[in-house]
């Protein structure tokens, strides 16, 4: 017989890096969930992507049981990591900050793909430029027709 979802929690925690402390304490402990298990299972699971921001979606149970799923890092983390960035600009429509090739758009599209709601690389490959250029990052070159 299936468990009984109780709920889901969203948090975005660095790899390798989950300890009780804000936000993953109170937001766990508030539901029920033994935090240091989650803690524990999680830095299992990422020891490959230590220090990258990584978004988790945690499933919990009228049991007080729990899962959780790991998805790629956001776009605009990827963005600046390429970039090599703090951050992105303040006025994105005056001051450009960077520039990316479409190429390593495609390579951010691809990686992320499992986790946007589209279907095709080139549409995914548009949501990633749009979210680019709302950060005063620029894509040089010309669209790839796929």
Do not use: H
């Amino acid at each position: 017989m299936a468990k009984e979802v109780a709920g889901f929690i969203k948090l975005q925690v660095k790899g390798g890096a989950a300890n009780p402390s804000p936000p993953i304490g109170p937001a766990l402990g508030s539901k029920g969930v033994n935090i240091m298990e989650f803690c524990k299972q999680f830095n299992a699971r990422t020891q490959s992507q230590v220090g990258k921001i990584l978004p988790v979606v945690i499933t919990y149970y009228t049991d007080k049981s729990f899962d959780f799923v790991v998805k790629t890092p956001p776009v605009p983390v990827q963005l600046l990591e390429i970039t090599k960035q703090q951050k992105g600009s303040a006025e994105p429509n005056r001051k450009k900050i960077a520039t990316v090739t479409w190429e390593q758009v495609r390579q951010i599209a691809q990686d992320k793909m499992p986790d946007l709601n589209c279907f095709t690389l080139e549409s995914a490959m548009k949501m990633v430029a749009g979210t680019a250029r709302s950060m005063g990052i620029t894509v040089t070159g010309e669209f790839p027709g796929i």
